[in-house]
């Protein structure tokens, strides 16, 4: 099956740092998503990306979907205490109906 | 605005026992999925529905079965729990097609001792 490869598996900031992370896939998507999972409960959908380029942000936090549609990247500015939990990409690739692949998930910790 | 319930939403088994893990979504999404979520593991899907009166296995269907009771019921069953299936369960729903991501329940934390 397809393979989504998420890094960092864990980071530690500051509160008010920024925070990249990325998602690689072996093969191209058409489609890319980010969740974030608070401690005890189910992911949250956060952005979605739907074409090669795509820019995204909601509010703090900005996505990119890339060029070669097998790479993703979120960043979070300016972090606070509430960014605390678990960053999952998700991918949509082709021929494969409505199911999406979960990458392994990046747990960022924020110390004040 | 209860979106995706799964019940229960933590449960202790012993290895051998049977249960079932319920989800029902209002939303009048067609397609509904179950996964489990382990340490390191990220989320792995054990089986789908595309559609009512449809269903497929994902990546880890072994040990486990599905019933689409209806377009709003999706439930897991385990006939004979092992301690490798102690994980966290989700359930998620999405409408039809290719542009939507899924909205999750809140998990069911199992564990077989």
């Known amino acids: 099956g397809q393979q989504l490869n998420q890094s960092p598996q864990s980071m530690f900031i500051q509160e008010g740092e920024d925070v990249s992370m990325n998602c690689t896939s072996s093969?191209?998507?058409?489609?890319w998503l980010w969740y974030k999972q608070d401690p005890g409960e189910g992911p949250v959908l956060l952005i979605a990306?739907?074409?090669?380029?795509e820019l995204t942000s909601n509010g703090r936090l900005t996505a990119q979907f890339g060029i070669t549609r097998k790479d993703s990247f979120l960043n979070i500015s300016a972090s606070i205490p509430s960014d605390v939990g678990i960053y999952f990409c998700?991918?949509?690739?082709?021929?494969?109906?409505?199911?999406?692949?979960f990458g392994t998930g990046t747990r960022l910790q924020v110390t004040l | 605005n209860a979106g995706v319930t799964q019940t229960p939403k933590f449960q202790v088994l012993k290895t051998g026992q049977s249960m079932t893990l319920q989800c029902a979504q209002d939303?009048?999404?067609?397609?509904m999925y179950w996964y489990r979520q382990d340490p390191g593991m990220g989320l792995r899907l054990i089986y789908y529905?595309?559609?009512?009166?449809?269903?497929d296995k994902g990546e880890v269907p072994n040990g486990y079965n599905v019933s689409r009771l209806n377009k709003r019921e999706f439930s897991l069953r385990l006939e004979s729990a092992a301690p490798s299936q102690t994980s966290v369960y989700f359930c998620?729903?999405?409408?039809?097609?290719?542009?939507?991501?899924?909205?999750f329940g809140s998990g069911t934390r199992l564990t077989v001792v």
């Open positions: 998620a729903s999405s409408p039809s097609g290719t542009g939507y991501g899924y909205t």
């Open positions: 093969s191209i998507f058409n489609t």
């Open positions: 990306l739907y074409k090669a380029g």
């Open positions: 998700a991918g949509r690739g082709t021929g494969t109906a409505s199911k999406l692949t």
């Open positions: 939303m009048n999404h067609n397609s």
């Open positions: 529905s595309a559609s009512e009166g449809t269903t």
